[in-house]
């Protein structure tokens, strides 16, 4: 649970389960599901509420604990909890344990969150805190912080356990829960079946080991001790349309068209740009090896497709690769065609590929992000400098969750402080700009924002 500070006072903590009986049992989850981040993801919402919301200080939490109740009866695997197999592999238990709800209140202003940027001082305090050294199987899979500030306004803090549902999943939940809350009914229901996405390979070539290793290291830094207990901060980046457009004609104009001949995308031409410009921020050596992760959500590039309300991952880290040489003195579509090139891998037969990987798998335990941070360590591999992973939410719907008191005024990311992590948002205004929020090591951050615009030319 969140710890206080003197501006955020925890008042009650509940334990919300469905509303009607669901059904009991044990969920299989998939390989997808238990690889990569199996922690939760926090993000945050910010209201301005009607005064009709706010003449009672309990409507507003009643009424997002009361649909939340409601929308546990169709999204029933959410209350159950996880349980741990042996050789690092988990199954789903669906047992209406339920979620937890916390309210908090706050003597601050939404006016004091400076553009609510991450880096605030009070930000942390509004997203729930998930211990994980406790047992799996007494971890909720969702945790929800109300938070009352004293101008009226209010946040949402979610976090929602990326075992279960990755991006595209968390939002189908949270649609829903805000349709229920607004009186009206389920409009996509989930599918849990999991056996859709047991996919086996037709061909006998199997993918890249190297692809789910050890990434790079800081040459003459081979352990990445040091790397790893630098302190890292958060920024946002605003990227205008104007700024979009220039990079989008400079990687476009600066490279051959790739194969297909579609211009790169707004993913591949930013996030190439963030890549030179770390690279350059952190000091690199032409000679060191570069890789940038790349997040493929493939629900539509298998056949079949996915079926609609597909709930659950269905998403692939995916590896381009470069010498930081290159992508510094290359122009910016040589960054470009290398993202380009990592994302054509992903289709039908290469995920096939990789799922059949994943089964081969002895022990998962390699491949899952909460060992490491239960030991709080060094050992295991460190996916920050010289690297980068660029996760894009550009394409998802990230925007107008409307509980029945109006759209958020802002939404984004939690505190989520891991060197060289970093996020793609569109606007929330749909002007055609779009922010990076990204996660440097201290020392770096003024030099990337020095190098990311004084190279938009």
């Known amino acids: 649970m969140s710890s206080s500070s003197s501006k955020v006072t925890l008042k009650s903590c509940y334990s919300v389960r469905p509303k009607e009986p669901t059904w009991n049992g044990v969920l299989p989850l998939s390989e997808w599901d238990q690889i990569g981040i199996i922690t939760h993801v926090p993000t945050i919402y910010f209201y301005h509420p009607t005064q009709d919301w706010l003449t009672s200080p309990t409507k507003i939490s009643h009424t997002l604990k009361e649909s939340l109740s409601k929308v546990l009866v169709t999204f029933y695997p959410l209350a159950g909890r996880l349980q741990w197999q042996e050789n690092g592999r988990f199954d789903l238990e669906c047992n209406s344990s339920g979620v937890q709800f916390i309210e908090a209140q706050s003597t601050l202003a939404l006016s004091e969150f400076n553009d609510f940027s991450p880096s605030s ?166 000679d060191q090896p570069t ?80 060992h490491a941070m239960i030991r709080n360590d060094d050992k295991g591999p460190f996916y920050g400098n010289p690297n980068l992973g660029v996760v894009s939410w550009l394409t998802l719907p990230i925007y107008g969750l409307d509980f029945g008191w109006g759209r958020e005024i802002y939404m984004g990311p939690g505190t989520h402080e891991i060197d060289g992590d970093s996020l793609l948002l569109p606007s929330h205004d749909h002007d055609g700009s779009l922010s990076v929020a990204i996660c440097l090591q201290e020392l770096y951050m003024d030099a990337f924002k020095k190098h990311f615009y004084e190279d938009i030319v």
């Open 121 to 286: 001082e009070y930000y942390r305090y509004l997203i729930p805190q998930v211990d994980y050294t406790l047992p799996i199987q007494d971890i909720p899979l969702i945790f929800v912080q109300l938070t009352n500030f004293k101008c009226g306004g209010v946040s949402i803090g979610l976090l929602i356990s990326h075992a279960v549902a990755d991006g595209q999943s968390a939002l189908h939940f949270t649609s829903e829960w805000a349709r229920l809350a607004r009186g009206e009914t389920i409009k996509t229901t989930p599918f849990f079946d999991r056996s859709v996405v047991s996919l086996k390979s037709q061909c006998c070539n199997s993918v890249n080991e190297w692809e789910f290793n050890q990434p790079p290291s800081l040459l003459g830094n081979s352990d990445g001790v040091e790397e790893t207990k630098r302190k890292s901060t958060v920024a946002i980046i605003k990227v205008s349309k104007v700024q979009l457009e220039k990079l989008r004609k400079t990687a476009n104009e600066s490279w051959e068209k790739p194969s297909n001949g579609r211009g790169f995308t707004r993913y591949e031409i930013v996030t190439s740009h963030v890549w030179r410009s770390a690279c350059k921020a952190r000091g690199h050596r032409n």
């Open 291 to 370: 890789v940038l992760g790349v997040c493929v959500d493939w629900r539509n590039r298998v056949e079949p497709n996915l079926p609609k309300g597909y709930f659950g991952n269905a998403t692939l880290d995916i590896m381009a690769t470069s010498l930081a040489g290159d992508l510094m003195s290359k122009p910016l579509g040589y960054a470009s065609s290398r993202i380009r090139e990592a994302i054509e891998k992903v289709n039908d037969e290469y995920v096939r590929q990789v799922s059949d990987y994943f089964k081969k798998q002895e022990d998962l335990t390699k491949f899952q992000d909460v």
